[in-house]
Nanobody, 124 residues
Framework: QLQLVESGGGLVQPGGSLRLSCAASGAALDYFAVGWFRQAPGSEREAISCMSSSDGSTYYLDSVKGRFTISRDKHKYTVYLQMDSLKPEDTAVYYC?????????????????WGQGTQVTVSS
């Protein structure tokens, strides 16, 4: 059974950076499509990035393009989300998700495994 644990959230000033980690246990992520989502209070959970297992192709939400970068470590047990030039509107709980498959998706319902979430607050 795959388990995911996020870490790296916290309080950061506007313009700052954070690196979120999503550590997998129970299986390596070689054949899993992975995604990062976020949910702000009163809002639906939205996909901000995902990475396919087939070719490493990626997707980014328009509002984070050029600021956020998804990556995997070479041993395929951890997925990262590097977040730069953070804005107050990036404040949310961030979740990583995974599902067996080659191509990732922006759909919440596509993913079978979820982490517990990590809070990111961008404020001066």
């Amino acid at each position: 059974q795959l388990q995911l644990v996020e870490s790296g959230g916290g309080l950061v000033q506007p313009g700052g950076s954070l690196r979120l980690s999503c550590a997998a246990s129970g299986a390596a992520l070689d054949y899993f499509a992975v995604g990062w989502f976020r949910q702000a209070p009163g809002s639906e959970r939205e996909a901000i990035s995902c990475m396919s297992s087939s070719d490493g192709s990626t997707y980014y939400l328009d509002s984070v393009k050029g600021r956020f970068t998804i990556s995997r470590d070479k041993h395929k047990y951890t997925v990262y989300l590097q977040m730069d030039s953070l804005k107050p509107e990036d404040t949310a709980v961030y979740y990583c998700a995974a599902t067996e498959g080659l191509v990732c998706s922006r759909s919440v319902g596509f993913y079978d495994y979820w982490g517990q979430g990590t809070q990111v607050t961008v404020s001066s």
